[in-house]
C-alpha cells in the first residue's frame, strides 16, 4: 500500500528527514513516535502530497508522489495537527463544502455527512459556528471532514489532541474501527494512545528511524533485554547482587517499608539468570515476595532510543 525509499527533505541547511525507509501494508494501523522536530509531520505532508521530498521517492497505492499526485490525494483523508477549519461557516456547512470539493452530491453527500457526524460525536454542535465551538469540538470536525469522502489511507497527525480523557477514548475506538478496513497512520506523543490502537511503531529520531516494528519486536531488536522486579523481605540492604551471574546491572532500589526492598535488575539475554537470582536471595536470608520477568514498556523504549540518539 505504501512504500517509502530514502526519502529526504531539506529546509535550507536543515534536514528534516534523511534516508527514511519503511512499507506498510494494507489494513495496518501504524503509529509514528518522535520527540519533536524528529520528522513525523514531514513525513506525513510528503505522503499526502503536500510537499515533495528533497530526494527520495515514495509510492502510495503503487502510485509514485510525484507522478501521480492527485490520484494519491483521493485516496487519502489527512488530519494535519491544526486542522484548517472555516471560522465564518458552521458544522455542518464547512462539512457540506468539503464533501462538495471531494465530489459527493445528493444522497451519497447526506449520507456520509451524517454518519461522520455521529462518528465523531458533532451532533451537538452541528448548527454552530465553528468560531464558537471548543478545541476539542474543532479537532472532531477536522477528522469528520478527513473520513467524509470513506479514503482508503487515513493519515492523522495528533488526532485526539484538545479532547479530553473521554473523547480521546472514543476517538481511538474510532480509530480501531477504521483501522479494520483501512490503512491508517497517526503521529502522537501519547504512548498509551499508539499501544491502545497501533499494530507497528515507527520510532523516529533527528529525521531518521530507529527502530520500527510492535514493541516486543523492537525489545527483540534491543538485544532483548529482560528485567527482574524483584520484592524482597529482610533485615538488611540488598547487596552484591549485581555480580550475580547473568545478571547486567542494578537498575533501582529502593525500602518502600521497614524490612521490604524493591529492586530492578537487567539480565543479560538469554542467560537465565533468574535461577541464579533466586539462589542468590535465598543465600542470602530473604524472603522473596514476588519475582516478575518484564521487557522494556514502549515509554521506555521511546526513552531509551531518543535519548541514546541525542548523546
Known amino acids: 500500500m505504501i512504500e517509502v525509499s530514502n526519502l529526504g527533505k531539506r529546509y535550507g541547511t536543515l534536514e528534516a ?10 489494513g495496518e494501523v501504524v503509529g509514528l513516535l518522535g520527540p519533536n522536530g524528529a520528522g513525523k509531520t514531514t513525513i506525513m505532508k510528503i505522503l499526502t502530497c503536500y510537499m515533495f521530498p528533497s530526494f527520495g521517492t515514495a509510492t502510495v497505492n503503487g502510485w509514485d508522489i510525484f507522478e501521480r499526485p492527485l490520484e494519491i490525494k483521493k485516496l487519502v483523508g489527512y488530519l494535519p495537527e491544526n486542522a484548517p477549519l472555516y471560522m465564518d461557516l458552521n458544522v455542518l456547512e464547512y462539512l457540506s463544502f468539503m464533501a462538495e470539493s471531494r465530489s459527493l452530491k445528493g444522497n451519497t453527500k447526506t449520507e456520509r455527512i451524517e454518519w461522520a457526524v455521529e462518528e465523531c460525536g458533532l451532533k451537538s454542535v452541528v448548527y454552530r459556528g ?4 471548543s478545541k476539542g469540538f474543532r ?3 477536522g477528522l469528520a471532514q478527513a473520513i ?11 488526532p485526539t489532541m484538545g479532547l479530553d480523557p473521554n473523547q480521546i477514548i472514543e476517538i481511538r ?3 480501531k474501527r477504521l483501522g479494520k478496513e483501512k ?5 502522537t506523543h501519547i504512548l498509551r494512545e499508539v499501544e491502545a490502537t497501533c499494530g507497528r511503531v515507527l520510532i523516529l529520531n533527528e529525521g531518521q ?6 514493541p516486543e519486536e523492537i525489545n527483540r531488536e534491543m538485544k532483548g533485554e529482560v528485567f527482574l522486579d524483584l520484592l524482597l523481605k529482610g533485615d538488611r540492604e540488598p547487596a552484591g547482587i549485581d555480580r550475580v551471574s547473568g545478571v547486567r546491572d542494578l537498575l533501582k532500589s529502593s525500602s518502600p517499608a521497614e524490612g521490604l526492598h524493591q529492586l530492578r535488575i537487567a539480565l543479560l539475554p538469554d542467560s537465565g539468570a533468574e535461577e541464579a537470582v533466586f539462589d542468590w536471595a535465598v543465600k542470602e536470608g530473604y524472603k522473596i515476595l514476588s519475582m516478575v520477568p518484564k521487557r522494556l ?6 526513552i531509551k532510543l531518543t535519548r541514546e540518539g541525542r548523546e
Do not use: C, M, W, Y
Request: cysteine-free.
Open 209 to 214: 528511524i530507529v527502530a520500527k516494528g510492535s
Open 17 to 26: 528527514i534523511r534516508g527514511v525507509n519503511f512499507s506498510i501494508k494494507p
Open 173 to 175: 475506538e474510532l480509530i
Open 139 to 141: 479537532q472532531r470536525t
Open 183 to 187: 490503512t491508517v497512520i497517526l503521529s
Open 148 to 158: 467524509l469522502h470513506d479514503p482508503e489511507i487515513l493519515i492523522l497527525d495528533e
Open 130 to 133: 465553528i468560531d464558537t465551538i
Open 297 to 302: 514498556s514502549l515509554e521506555e523504549l521511546f
